[in-house]
């Protein structure tokens, strides 16, 4: 946060973002998301935004609001946001968006499932924190047709993945993961990956772009199972 806000960067809420990005106003915007609705988002994440006046989305599990993390047998076991410390996020000012109902693997599941995780955490979640929850974020960053499809049915009007894919856009918006262990060096190294595959375009861009575009694809093949993916190039049309 204090690299971005050196930077001359503010921290906003994806669905502020999206917004912005309508309007023209986007610039030296950075839309920032918290996924799984860990407990500590709130008394380790909120005090930095909020000396940073920045703002974020957090992407919660509605049906395990006040348990834990246990779909994850190799991570530390960790406590989630209970209701009452969602409806005080919200209350902060924090864009409260669905992770589903129990961290599952949409690709696998069934369509009374999809129906379930998707339009259920949404009204779960709308009644905890007041607010009408437009975003949502796939379980595993996993996403195919149909889970596309049950997130834009259940009312969403956006949706976040992790890779690109073929379904690049409004419901399947490309995120760069950052983890705790990362450093300013990984920051200006992550940060010139993204220059060269998106804005650089001199001598060599295509090469570069194609790949960066191959590696993508490869990385989303060995995360998902899948065989066969494309990517796009815009993720916000
Ligand atoms: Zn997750």
């Given at each position: ?17 999206l ?15 918290f ?131 073929q379904f ?17 060096a990984?920051l200006?190294?992550?940060?010139w ?5 998106w ?39």
């Amino acid at each position: 946060m204090k690299w971005l806000h050196e930077r001359g960067r503010r921290g906003v809420s994806v669905g502020e973002l999206l917004k912005a990005w309508r309007n023209g106003t986007a610039d030296r915007l950075v839309g920032l998301s918290f996924d799984d609705g860990y407990a500590d988002f709130a008394y380790n994440a909120l005090p930095i935004l909020q000396r940073y006046g920045f703002n974020a989305t957090a992407f919660v599990l509605a049906g395990r609001l006040g348990h834990d993390n246990s779909w994850t047998a190799k991570d530390p076991q960790k406590a989630l946001l209970t209701s009452e410390e969602v409806s005080h996020l919200a209350a902060s000012g924090i864009e409260i968006g669905s992770h589903g109902l129990l961290h599952l693997s949409f690709p696998s599941l069934s369509r009374t499932a999809l129906m379930e995780e998707t339009a259920d955490s949404r009204r779960i979640l709308q009644e905890v924190s007041g607010q009408d929850v437009l975003g949502f974020c796939y379980p595993y960053g996993r996403l195919d047709e149909r889970a596309v499809s049950a997130v834009q049915a259940a009312g969403y009007d956006y949706a976040c993945a992790v890779w690109g894919t073929q379904f690049a856009g409004r419901y399947a918006l490309r995120r760069y993961a950052m983890i705790d262990r990362y450093s300013r060096a990984h920051l200006w190294y992550m940060g010139w990956r993204y220059w060269l595959r998106w804005v650089y375009q001199g001598p060599g861009s295509g090469t570069l772009a194609a790949a960066q575009s191959w590696r993508e694809r490869r990385m989303l093949v060995r995360m998902s199972g899948q065989t066969s993916i494309h990517s796009a190039d815009n993720d916000l049309q």
